[in-house]
């Protein structure tokens, strides 16, 4: 699995969006018990700590050290440096297992067999993600002028599994169809900046050019953006629900 967050991990924390309280209310009608959760790639715990409202106990792990670092600490909450293919839990644990924005980063017949061993019989997992936002017409175009002319060939291969909403990855489970969820926010400009410097892409594109591409295109931003203090933002929920 692959690690390109650690570098900003305190920008994840401050920039990423958040699920919407709708979709954790629909996993918790799918689960038997509210036992224990696995977040597994928790980063900076925002899955772990929403469920530990809910659970008893919530295990949450992830391979960076620098974004559990981040994490909010929470009594019933474990973190754990972990890749996703080795949970050091026992065999029928888990009520629920999450992993979300991650599991294109996974070997999945690894991550997928930590599952089936540490899933309770009848017990849900849930792969989450989002896909490109929308904001409006012109500061979308510039932004995906920004996605995809100038980090085209930046962007990880795995990154076309979110562009497939998570439809083409691997899924041995029963299926579980899923409502569909959005992300809905509000943004002042320099929170869309901070956010889109958070893009792994932007990461391997600075390290490749020792500039950030943002450089290139803040005026055109600025333009596109106009006077508004913030804008609405809107991002579409990825959702695969397996027993």
């Known amino acids: 699995m692959k690690d390109n967050f650690s570098l900003q991990a305190a920008e994840y924390?401050?920039?990423?969006?958040?699920?919407?309280?709708?979709?954790?209310?629909?996993?918790?009608?799918?689960?038997?018990?509210?036992?224990?959760?696995?977040?597994?790639?928790?980063?900076?715990?925002?899955?772990?700590?929403?469920?530990?409202?809910?659970f008893q106990k919530v295990y949450a792990t992830d391979m960076s050290e620098k974004q559990l670092q981040q994490a909010l600490k929470?009594?019933?909450?474990?973190?754990?440096?972990?890749?996703?293919?080795?949970?050091?839990?026992?065999?029928?644990?888990?009520?629920?297992?999450t992993v979300a924005q991650a599991i294109h980063w996974f070997n999945f017949d690894a991550f997928y067999s930590e599952v089936k061993r540490t899933l309770k019989p009848g017990g849900v997992l849930a792969v989450i993600g989002y896909g490109l936002m929308s904001i409006d017409k012109r500061v979308d175009?510039?932004?995906?002028?920004?996605?995809?002319?100038?980090?085209?060939?930046y962007w990880d291969s795995e990154r076309r599994y979110i562009e497939?909403?998570?439809?083409?990855?691997?899924?041995?489970?029963?299926?579980?169809?899923?409502?569909?969820?959005?992300?809905?926010?509000?943004?002042?400009?320099?929170?869309?900046?901070?956010?889109?410097?958070?893009?792994?892409?932007?990461?391997?594109?600075k390290k490749a050019n020792d500039r950030n591409p943002l450089e290139y295109l803040l005026t055109e931003l600025k333009e596109a953006w106009g006077n508004d203090a913030v804008k609405d933002v809107h991002f579409p929920v990825l959702l695969r629900i397996g027993k």
């Not at 699920?19 to 977040?39: G, H």
């Not at 175009?141 to 060939?153: A, D, F, H, P, T």
């Not at 029963?174 to 990461?203: C, D, R, V």
């Open 13 to 54: 924390v401050l920039y990423r969006p958040t699920y919407p309280k709708e979709l954790y209310d629909y996993l918790y009608t799918l689960v038997r018990s509210n036992d224990w959760a696995w977040d597994c790639a928790t980063g900076n715990g925002q899955v772990a700590t929403i469920l530990a409202q809910k």
């Open 74 to 97: 929470l009594p019933n909450v474990t973190y754990n440096v972990e890749s996703s293919d080795k949970a050091s839990i026992a065999d029928d644990s888990f009520d629920l297992i």
């Open 141 to 153: 175009r510039v932004i995906y002028k920004l996605y995809e002319n100038m980090l085209g060939k």
């Open 164 to 205: 497939e909403g998570y439809k083409t990855i691997p899924f041995p489970f029963e299926e579980i169809i899923a409502p569909h969820f959005q992300i809905k926010t509000s943004w002042n400009f320099n929170q869309m900046i901070g956010y889109l410097n958070t893009w792994s892409a932007l990461q391997h594109y």
